[in-house]
């Protein structure tokens, strides 16, 4: 399996969640600074990988305008990340995986660079991220060849992100300071404070 490189990386865009807090809209497509929020995410991260593919279980007309391939879970019910993992396997040929969750609207630019240092030095097969000492669970550099054990996990059940990286080697990209890096959109209010912020630094 070869070392992971900006050019072997496809980024899975996660933007198949249900928006709970959100009222149930749809995080990604709702408007942050004149662009819908994965927009400012694909800019962010279109410069560190390969390839782009976005996971989304609805709005599929919507999010294909951005031109990357869209696709749904395999796996019905809405069971979260891994299951947009999985079926990023199925997308794309590429030998590692970066998962990132649609609502980080202000993700490092040097992200993918880190995940895969850190990857390399501990020779590992995922890498995620902990930043000011939390670990960012859903920011998951992936081995594609866990994709036949993920497959398993999923079909017995499993679900928490965290558990099934931890069952494996897993190097962690450190952020000791972030400076609200990988703060997440999770309500009104959140977007409504980064609005506010964005404008205050133009």
């Known amino acids: 399996m070869p070392d992971p490189t900006a050019e072997n990386i496809t980024a899975i865009i996660l933007a198949g969640g249900r928006g709970q807090r959100m009222g149930g809209q749809d995080k990604g497509l709702l408007p ?4 819908p929020l994965i927009a400012h995410v694909i800019e962010r991260i279109r410069p560190q990988v390969g390839e782009i593919v976005i996971s989304a279980n609805r709005n599929h007309e919507h999010y294909s305008r951005f031109g990357y391939p869209v696709f749904a879970d395999a796996v019905p019910d809405w069971p979260g990340p891994l299951a947009g993992l999985l079926a990023g396997f199925a997308a794309t040929d590429s030998e590692w995986l970066l998962t990132l969750p649609c609502d980080i609207p202000r993700l490092p630019q040097d992200l993918a660079a880190r995940m895969i240092s850190a990857t390399m030095e501990a ?6 991220v902990q930043a000011s000492g939390r670990i960012q669970a859903a920011l ?6 866990l994709e036949t054990e993920l497959r398993a996990y999923i079909d017995a059940g499993g679900r928490r992100v965290q558990s099934w990286q931890e069952a494996h080697h897993r190097a962690l990209a450190e952020y000791p300071e972030v400076d609200g890096a990988f703060d997440n959109i999770n309500t009104p209010e959140q977007l409504q404070q980064l609005e506010r912020e964005l404008k205050e630094n133009r």
């Open 32 to 35: 942050l600074a004149g662009r």
């Open 123 to 128: 020779d590992a097969e995922i890498c995620t």
């Open 140 to 145: 998951m550099l992936v081995s594609r060849r």
